[in-house]
């Protein structure tokens, strides 16, 4: 039955690219305008110089400094920043791409690896300032809104999460990030070659998730269109109080197409996505939460 499912997916699947061969290539050049447009500019400087940091281990420094804040707030170590540092400032998936490289160099356990999957990996301001706040909703005002919560819902997820797991006591001693005995040519080679791999395997599920719903016959509402393709579903939302609640709901969720951007950068790894699932869902209950609390408060001004 696990392998009846997935094939009789895929077959149904297969079945109305045929049957709306218009609406898929439709689908593939609005895809691709996205990514120009859009993913490629935001995602592939932010990897590469994510990576470079990594190749030459100058990225302890982000640990150092909010070591003091890791501990009492997700009791974990300050290197554990990096991932969440980097989803919030660059966007889906960068911080799962980044816990996944600190974990493949032995540089946090898979237990840390695993809880920042349920809260590091967050959508970045560009997005939501200038896509969903000034083109969608029509006010960058109600983006900056969007953005704050979403990262105060990333937060308070992530303080929840790293309570679930008892056993793991204290914080952790700190412990600095190996310096790569590699010159920089050499990292910089990698690290620019392997954003421009990261970022076409991006690209690529965002056509494939797009051309998805595009075939689909029935025409879906925003919010389960965002469960599939966040952008998509954001699209496809009105103006206004209820736009913004969706909106806020959506980007906290991500969508299947961001779970598996993210799934692609962690799997090889062998980490587990149990904490992912669990932390997406309640971060987009808690960002509807709180943008309807922020609305609330609007109105009683």
């Known amino acids: 039955m696990k392998k009846l499912l997935p094939a009789a997916a895929a077959l149904a699947a297969a079945v109305l690219l045929l049957l709306r061969p218009q609406e898929a290539a439709g689908a593939v050049r609005e895809g691709l305008a996205l990514c120009g447009k859009t993913v490629i500019p935001s995602l592939f400087p932010f990897f590469a110089a994510i990576s470079l940091l990594l190749q030459l281990?100058?990225?302890?420094?982000?640990?150092?400094?909010?070591?003091?804040?890791?501990?009492?707030?997700?009791?974990?170590?300050?290197?554990?920043?990096?991932?969440?540092?980097?989803?919030?400032?660059?966007?889906?998936?960068?911080?799962?791409?980044?816990?996944?490289?600190?974990?493949?160099?032995?540089?946090?356990?898979?237990?840390?690896?695993?809880?920042?999957?349920?809260?590091?990996?967050?959508?970045?301001?560009?997005?939501?300032?200038?896509?969903?706040?000034?083109?969608?909703?029509?006010?960058?005002?109600?983006?900056?809104?969007?953005?704050?919560?979403?990262?105060?819902?990333?937060?308070?997820?992530?303080?929840?999460?790293?309570?679930?797991?008892?056993?793991?006591?204290?914080?952790?001693?700190?412990?600095?990030?190996?310096?790569?005995?590699?010159?920089f040519p050499q990292a910089l080679t990698a690290s620019v070659s392997g954003a421009l791999a990261s970022t076409l395997n991006i690209c690529a599920f965002v056509l494939f998730f797009r051309v998805l719903a595009a075939v689909i016959p029935a025409e879906l509402p925003p919010l389960l269109l965002g469960g599939l393709e966040m952008v998509g579903g954001v699209a496809a939302l009105p103006p206004g109080r209820g736009g913004f609640l969706t909106a806020a709901a959506t980007v906290g969720w991500g969508g299947l197409s961001v779970h598996c951007q993210a799934m692609s950068f962690t799997?090889?790894?062998?980490?587990?996505?149990?904490?992912?699932?669990?932390?997406?869902?309640?971060?987009?209950?808690?960002?509807?939460?709180?943008?309807?609390?922020?609305?609330?408060?609007?109105?009683?001004?």
């Open 57 to 183: 281990g100058a990225a302890d420094m982000p640990g150092r400094l909010c070591g003091p804040v890791m501990g009492p707030l997700f009791r974990m170590r300050g290197v554990c920043a990096l991932p969440l540092l980097a989803g919030l400032l660059g966007g889906y998936p960068s911080g799962a791409k980044t816990a996944a490289e600190l974990y493949a160099q032995g540089c946090i356990s898979r237990q840390e690896a695993e809880l920042l999957l349920g809260f590091c990996d967050n959508c970045g301001p560009a997005f939501l300032l200038g896509y969903v706040g000034a083109g969608v909703l029509g006010d960058q005002a109600a983006g900056i809104r969007l953005y704050l919560i979403h990262a105060l819902s990333a937060l308070l997820t992530g303080a929840v999460l790293c309570r679930l797991v008892r056993e793991r006591g204290p914080a952790l001693p700190g412990k600095a990030l190996p310096v790569r005995a590699v010159s």
């Open 267 to 301: 799997a090889p790894a062998g980490l587990s996505f149990r904490w992912h699932w669990l932390g997406k869902a309640m971060q987009a209950a808690l960002s509807a939460l709180l943008a309807a609390a922020s609305l609330q408060t609007l109105l009683n001004k």
